[in-house]
């Protein structure tokens, strides 16, 4: 399958720090995607993005569509311990694509 | 139901042992997707089912694993002969329609360890 190669693959920041993560592909991706997840639960969606270039923002997070449309990151301004989890990017080759390719993941750790 | 529902939630095995597990997609949702999460690892894909189109099949490991979808509704995943590389977090997901990862909803997982 396709390589998504997500990094960091862990962070350890202070409460209120930005925090930034970022994935690559070898391919182009059509669309690129956002998750979070917490402990025990599925993925939970948090932005997606259409359009090489494309900056979308959801509340303190904010994630770009690289212009290659071979990368994409995500970045969390002023840090609070619920944002605590595990981040993972995903990939769709094209709309007419059935799966997601997704990264390994970014474990985020957010010390009060 | 409002969210996927996945059960069970944990299962325990013996190497050698068949496992089923299921998946209630949210209701009126036309695709449904299975994906296997090793630890530390990202998500892999394994079926998807849409509508009343044949599946795709291309990401199961092999011919030990087989899915199936009722009344386009309820799916079961079907592990035989389960081996310990087969402990995972077993995650299934449903959408309206199986073309934009937005419309995907996770339900919580089958954590499958095979001793």
């Known amino acids: 399958g396709q390589q998504l190669n997500q990094s960091p693959q862990s962070m350890f920041i202070q409460e209120g720090e930005d925090v930034s993560m970022n994935c690559t592909s070898s391919?182009?991706?059509?669309?690129w995607l956002w998750y979070k997840q917490d402990p025990g639960e599925g993925p939970v969606l948090l932005i997606a993005l259409y359009k090489a270039g494309e900056l979308t923002s959801n509340g303190r997070l904010t994630a770009q569509f690289g212009i290659t449309r071979k990368d994409s990151f995500l970045n969390i301004s002023a840090s609070i311990p619920s944002d605590v989890g595990i981040y993972f990017c995903?990939?769709?080759?094209?709309?007419?694509?059935?799966?997601?390719?997704f990264g390994t993941g970014t474990r985020l750790t957010v010390i009060p | 139901g409002a969210g996927v529902s996945q059960s069970p939630s944990n299962k325990v095995t013996e190497k050698g042992k068949d496992v089923e597990l299921r998946c209630d997609p949210i209701s009126g949702h036309t695709a449904l997707y299975w994906y296997r999460q090793s630890l530390g690892q990202g998500l892999e894909f394994l079926i998807y089912f849409q509508g009343n189109s044949a599946p795709d099949k291309s990401g199961l490991p092999s011919d030990r694993f087989s899915a199936e979808r009722t009344g386009g509704s309820v799916s079961t995943l079907t592990i035989q002969r389960t081996q310990q590389e087969d402990s995972a977090v077993y995650l299934c997901?449903?959408?309206?329609?199986?073309?934009?990862?937005?419309?995907?909803?996770f339900g919580s997982g089958t954590r499958l360890t095979v001793v």
């Open positions: 995903a990939g769709q080759l094209s709309s007419g694509a059935n799966n997601l390719f």
């Open positions: 391919s182009i991706f059509n669309t």
């Open positions: 997901a449903s959408s309206f329609q199986g073309r934009r990862g937005y419309g995907y909803t």
